[in-house]
């Protein structure tokens, strides 16, 4: 089949620049169901790794893990089948679709997140970001996490009813507050969270969960890890994307990297307790990270995320 692949373009986003989607259309040709419908198709066009049963446009841009690839590579010649767990979110004034689910290859299962966009009912975008444990090495927090344990959540699946939601443009500033926050962590907050607001990171809790007593940092709430300036380490929040908002469900997607120099070592928290970094070396993390919005706060954050190497460009760039 041909795939209508463009030529590799790459570039790297300024230091804390952000690309935002644009002002949704008023009258989209493919609605919500439509956007849903695509997802459904193509995954089940990826279990039975038959890619030809989908609508391409010519100039389809597909990329697994922040790599541009051929239509037909990757997970498409490996996944076996998929978890129940199936969280669908769209953006059809600018035909995007976005998923987070759970991909099986042979014996192992992996978090996994899918951004589409649809064009003349045409896949013109394809972005898919697997953590596959067998990839994440022993070392950092990435040894915390096991095959994903996914369940639906309704506060990701519920509507925000209309006195609460905030214009789109404020929701990505909102999302956008987080990543500064997270950047060069001080205790300072640069974004708004509400008090049950909690994150999932490749399917593992890393707040408010009292399992993980290794790791004290994850026992706390969104807002109070930040306010203890533990993510000091993470130098730039860099290539932020923000290509789909669901203004219904008060959801933002983003992609962005997380760059470490390794250049810190032990630093105190804001309450004084001197901890060590857990990144010693030069390294990023690339992920796609899912906000829920309620009432101009964050209520609930869902990310896939993975190692890739330093300071690597996105292919999604400008």
Same mark, same amino acid.
């Given at each position: 089949?041909?795939?209508?692949?463009?030529?590799?373009?790459?570039?790297?986003?300024?230091?804390?620049?952000?690309?935002?989607?644009?002002?949704?259309?008023?009258?989209?040709?493919?609605?919500?169901?439509?956007?849903?419908?695509?997802?459904?198709?193509?995954?089940?066009?990826?279990?039975?790794?038959?890619?030809?049963?989908?609508?391409?446009?010519?100039?389809?841009?597909?990329?697994?893990?922040?790599?541009? /690839? !051929?239509?037909? *590579? @990757?997970?498409?010649? %490996?996944?076996?089948?998929?978890?129940?767990? #199936? $969280?669908?979110?769209?953006?059809?004034?600018?035909?995007?679709?976005?998923?987070?689910?759970?991909?099986?290859?042979?014996?192992?299962?992996?978090?996994?997140?899918?951004?589409?966009?649809?064009?003349?009912?045409?896949?013109?975008?394809?972005?898919?970001?697997?953590?596959?444990?067998?990839?994440?090495?022993?070392?950092?927090?990435?040894?915390?996490?096991?095959?994903?344990?996914?369940?639906?959540?309704?506060?990701?699946?519920?509507?925000?009813?209309?006195?609460?939601?905030?214009?789109?443009?404020?929701?990505?500033?909102?999302?956008?507050?987080?990543?500064?926050? /997270? !950047?060069?962590? *001080? @205790?300072?907050?640069? %974004?708004?969270?509400?008090?049950?607001?909690? #994150? $999932?990171?490749?399917?593992?809790?890393?707040?408010?969960?009292?399992?993980?007593?290794?790791?004290?940092?994850?026992?706390?709430?969104?807002?109070?890890?930040?306010?203890?300036?533990?993510?000091?380490?993470?130098?730039?929040?860099?290539?932020?994307?923000?290509?789909?908002?669901?203004?219904?469900?008060?959801?933002?997607?983003?992609?962005?990297?997380?760059?470490?120099?390794?250049?810190?070592?032990?630093?105190?928290?804001?309450?004084?307790?001197?901890?060590?970094?857990?990144?010693?070396?030069?390294?990023?993390?690339?992920?796609?990270?899912?906000?829920?919005?309620?009432?101009?706060?964050?209520?609930?954050?869902?990310?896939?995320?993975?190692?890739?190497?330093?300071?690597?460009?996105?292919?999604?760039?400008?």
């Amino acid at each position: 089949m041909r795939s209508g692949l463009i030529s590799v373009f790459v570039a790297t986003l300024s230091f804390g620049q952000t690309i935002a989607a644009p002002r949704a259309a008023l009258s989209p040709d493919c609605d919500r169901a439509c956007l849903y419908g695509f997802v459904d198709k193509y995954l089940e066009a990826l279990v039975h790794h038959d890619p030809v049963r989908l609508p391409w446009s010519k100039g389809v841009r597909f990329t697994e893990n922040n790599v541009l /690839l !051929q239509i037909g *590579d @990757g997970l498409w010649g %490996t996944a076996s089948g998929l978890g129940d767990y #199936r $969280l669908k979110f769209a953006d059809p004034g600018n035909g995007q679709v976005g998923f987070f689910g759970v991909v099986k290859e042979t014996s192992a299962s992996s978090a996994f997140a899918v951004r589409m966009k649809i064009e003349d009912h045409r896949i013109s975008e394809l972005e898919t970001m697997v953590f596959r444990l067998a990839d994440a090495g022993s070392t950092g927090a990435q040894r915390f996490f096991t095959e994903p344990q996914l369940v639906d959540k309704p506060i990701l699946l519920d509507n925000v009813p209309e006195p609460l939601r905030r214009p789109r443009e404020r929701m990505i500033s909102i999302a956008d507050g987080y990543f500064d926050t /997270l !950047q060069l962590n *001080d @205790g300072t907050l640069f %974004t708004q969270f509400d008090e049950n607001c909690n #994150r $999932l990171e490749n399917g593992l809790q890393t707040t408010n969960n009292p399992a993980l007593a290794s790791r004290p940092i994850w026992r706390l709430g969104c807002e109070a890890q930040f306010k203890l300036g533990n993510y000091r380490y993470d130098d730039r929040l860099r290539a932020r994307r923000f290509p789909l908002v669901d203004e219904e469900r008060g959801l933002v997607l983003a992609a962005a990297f997380i760059d470490h120099s390794g250049r810190l070592g032990t630093y105190q928290l804001t309450d004084g307790t001197v901890v060590e970094s857990p990144w010693r070396r030069p390294h990023s993390l690339c992920m796609m990270e899912l906000f829920k919005i309620v009432d101009g706060k964050i209520r609930q954050i869902e990310a896939v995320i993975f190692s890739v190497p330093y300071n690597m460009p996105s292919p999604w760039g400008p």
